[in-house]
């Protein structure tokens, strides 16, 4: 047997009989680089603290990730089709890896962000790269089972990010967490050469460039703007950066159109079920990572949990997600993607509905729920729209259907975070303002408490710090009169250290109700606009895909001369 799997599964004749384990592969792959955002949201502490971080500059150590990893995609997707699905997603782990070993020894935020934002270069190669081979190789009869478990993947990797970085960071700094990206990337390359076969389109038509570096420009602007505006102030930046992205999408759409062989068919979208599986996929991760961004912060500072507590408490999302998928898996083929798609989207608007009660005296336990919850409705509802998306795409435009389902994706976590952050942040300051009202407070400690959660507990110990050191200073003075008087100014510290404290805690406790809240609504309504859009008995993925598959043959044939290789009859069947 060679070492080195060489044969095209174009080519196969017949099912590939190691596509199981060229599975795992591709979710391994998928792993990495779903955790290498959520691993941070523990490690940031840490970083912060060593590098000496301003919030601007964390907030850009996280999102200098997000932004080439959902403004290349499309491109990139489509360039992996025409050269090679697998060649895109080595070169993807080699470009991750690379830049993960460059993120553990800088020393500065330049450095880090650098380092993250070539970290999500690779992880755009990866991504589309990973769903575009489980569909080339698995038979459409497989193929919903199949990404059943991605999706499934995909969910274990949000709750295992945080629990692997609290087990790193028990004995090493924060470096540790680029640095465990190594070796399972290196992994993952030695498994794609030997399990995984080659793929790519049978039509070797001419990329559309100019659409695919259109895309690139409004989505690029679209995240970054999402970024800038709500955390930094819709100042030139935000603005040029809407103008830029409005425009952008505005040509991309009018190119396309035009276009013969546009990166991507915009008609697409008139279709419901695709439209409606890609909304429902973009408002589900809106919700999944701005709740996952206030929880995990909830969990450390006001609950008090250690980064590896952390990861441990966030479990019972992971396995929810599992029996999640194991039902949509069982469901969806009986009664329709509709239903479980709905329920998905209700059970997820149901577990923010449930974090609305959470107040100052909530303990871990009032949480579980709600986590549980939410990882059923991920199993539900995600793996249904994103066979139905695959579906959409004919055999020659598998990486461009991977590209658009992670693009609507990564676009609905951005806004989740920026959208509910900006609504936490300023509910939280809003009732510490409120909860610290008429209180004596040294100046500038209630501004400084009010930036983030973590601030305000570190004003506390400032606060607690000065009251200890008074009160060291009372007990060593021989002056009884001056000793009382210090005494009290410690006495008067202390408890004011214990109230910012209190002020801090119940205040995020609140912000946290009144974002979920807000949450809540959104996915609420967006369930409602999702059931509106999909169609109630439509057709299966396999069957829109054949029609697609036949509208291209179609369409090939009457533009031959640009054909340079033809498809194999055997993948028709795939």
Same mark, same amino acid.
């Given at each position: ?210 659409? %695919? ?202 806004? %989740? ?46 606060? %607690? ?110």
């Amino acid at each position: 047997m060679r070492l080195v799997m060489n044969e095209p599964v174009e080519r196969m004749g017949r099912p590939y009989a190691r596509r199981w384990w060229a599975l795992l592969v591709l979710c391994l792959s998928l792993l990495i680089i779903v955790m290498a955002n959520t691993a941070l949201t523990v490690a940031a502490p840490d970083m912060t603290q060593d590098l000496g971080l301003s919030s601007a500059d964390l907030q850009w150590v996280i999102d200098g990730y997000t932004v080439p990893y959902a403004a290349l995609m499309l491109l990139l997707g489509a360039i992996g089709d025409k050269y090679s699905r697998r060649g895109a997603l080595i070169l993807g782990l080699v470009v991750f890896g690379g830049g993960a070993v460059a993120g553990s020894l800088v020393g500065s935020s330049t450095g880090v962000i650098a380092a993250r934002a070539v970290m999500g270069v690779g992880a755009a190669l990866i991504m589309p790269a990973t769903l575009s081979l489980l569909a080339a190789t698995f038979p459409r009869a497989e193929r919903a089972k199949a990404i059943v478990l991605w999706t499934a993947t995909a969910g274990l990797a949000i709750a295992a990010g945080p629990l692997v970085a609290g087990l790193l960071l028990e004995h090493h700094g924060w470096s540790s967490t680029f640095l465990i990206n190594v070796p399972i990337a290196a992994l993952a390359i030695i498994g794609a050469l030997v399990l995984v076969p080659p793929s790519k389109a049978g039509h070797q038509h001419r990329i559309d460039y100019v659409g %695919g570096l259109l895309s690139v420009v409004w989505i690029g602007s679209l995240v970054y703007m999402i970024i800038e505006g709500p955390h930094f102030g819709w100042g030139v930046k935000a603005v040029t950066a809407a103008v830029v992205a409005g425009v952008g999408l505005v040509l991309f759409v009018v190119w396309e159109l035009r276009h013969p062989r546009p990166v991507v068919d915009v008609r697409r979208f008139a279709n419901r079920r695709f439209a409606g599986s890609n909304l429902a996929v973009a408002l589900f991760f809106l919700a999944v990572f701005g709740a996952f961004y206030y929880l995990t912060q909830h969990l450390q500072f006001v609950l008090g949990y250690d980064a590896l507590d952390t990861g441990v408490r966030m479990l019972p999302l992971a396995g929810a997600v599992f029996v999640g998928s194991a039902l949509t898996g069982y469901l969806t083929p009986r009664i329709g993607m509709k239903i479980t798609v709905t329920a998905g989207m209700v059970g997820g608007t149901a577990a923010l509905a449930l974090l609305t009660l959470v107040d100052a005296s909530s303990s871990y336990g009032d949480f579980v729920l709600p986590l549980v919850i939410l990882g059923l409705a991920i199993g539900l509802a995600l793996s249904p729209c994103t066979d139905a998306i695959m579906g959409a795409f004919p055999e020659s435009e598998l990486g461009v259907g991977g590209a658009v389902n992670d693009t609507s994706l990564e676009l609905g976590g951005s806004l %989740g975070i920026a959208i509910l952050g900006s609504v936490l942040a300023s509910s939280y300051s809003s009732h510490l303002s409120d909860a610290t009202a008429g209180s004596k407070l040294p100046a500038g400690a209630l501004s400084t408490a009010q930036d983030s959660v973590g601030a305000g507990y570190a004003v506390a110990q400032g606060i %607690g710090d000065k009251a200890r050191q008074l009160a060291e200073q009372a007990a060593g003075t021989g002056d009884v009169e001056k000793a009382a008087q210090v005494k009290a100014q410690a006495d008067q510290l202390a408890h004011g250290a214990h109230q910012m404290a209190d002020a801090v805690g119940s205040s995020f406790a609140d912000a946290v109700a009144h974002t979920s809240l807000i949450g809540a609504v959104i996915l609420g309504v967006g369930t409602v606009l999702v059931a509106v859009l999909l169609p109630r008995n439509g057709r299966t993925a396999e069957a829109e895909a054949d029609a697609t598959d036949t509208f291209e043959s179609e369409a090939d044939a009457s533009d031959a001369p640009e054909v340079q290789e033809s498809e194999p009859a055997g993948s028709a069947t795939r």
